[in-house]
């Protein structure tokens, strides 16, 4: 038996208004509440992902693991180019290392790689 319905997740950053306005962006999901310390963006049924600000942050240094990614978040999309064209319009960046052909890696505007993914 479950205990919960789905787990939050929490990212920290730099920013967290404003790495919530890109995801929320992203998702087409809504910003809840937003402040200099938190910011919370949820889907209509109910999926929460929270931004933490943290003072000293330290963006990861995908591939490599000197700063390491801790976690990443993959994004399933119809269409890699027009989500990629997407993504780059919201803030992101596309990462030189692209390791795969099904899947495209970016990094968020606080530096956290993340995936586009085919269906």
């Given at each position: 038996?479950a205990?919960?319905?789905f787990?939050?997740?929490?990212?920290d950053?730099?920013?967290?208004?404003?790495?919530a306005?890109f995801?929320?962006?992203?998702?087409?999901w809504?910003?809840?509440?937003?402040?200099q310390?938190?910011?919370?963006?949820?889907a209509?049924?109910g999926?929460?992902?929270?931004f933490?600000?943290?003072?000293a942050?330290?963006?990861?240094?995908?591939?490599g693991?000197h700063v390491?990614q801790?976690m990443?978040l993959?994004?399933?999309?119809?269409?890699l180019?027009v989500?990629?064209?997407?993504?780059?319009?919201?803030g992101?960046t596309k990462?030189?290392h692209?390791p795969g052909?099904?899947?495209?890696?970016?990094?968020?505007p606080?530096g956290?790689p993340?995936?586009?993914?085919?269906?």
């Amino acid at each position: 038996m479950a205990i919960a319905r789905f787990p939050n997740v929490v990212i920290d950053c730099p920013d967290p208004a404003a790495l919530a306005e890109f995801y929320s962006a992203l998702l087409d999901w809504k910003v809840e509440k937003s402040s200099q310390e938190w910011a919370t963006i949820r889907a209509d049924y109910g999926q929460v992902i929270d931004f933490q600000g943290v003072e000293a942050y330290t963006a990861p240094q995908w591939p490599g693991q000197h700063v390491p990614q801790q976690m990443h978040l993959d994004v399933v999309v119809d269409d890699l180019d027009v989500a990629e064209q997407a993504v780059l319009g919201l803030g992101a960046t596309k990462h030189d290392h692209q390791p795969g052909t099904t899947f495209r890696v970016f990094l968020d505007p606080a530096g956290h790689p993340f995936c586009l993914c085919l269906s």
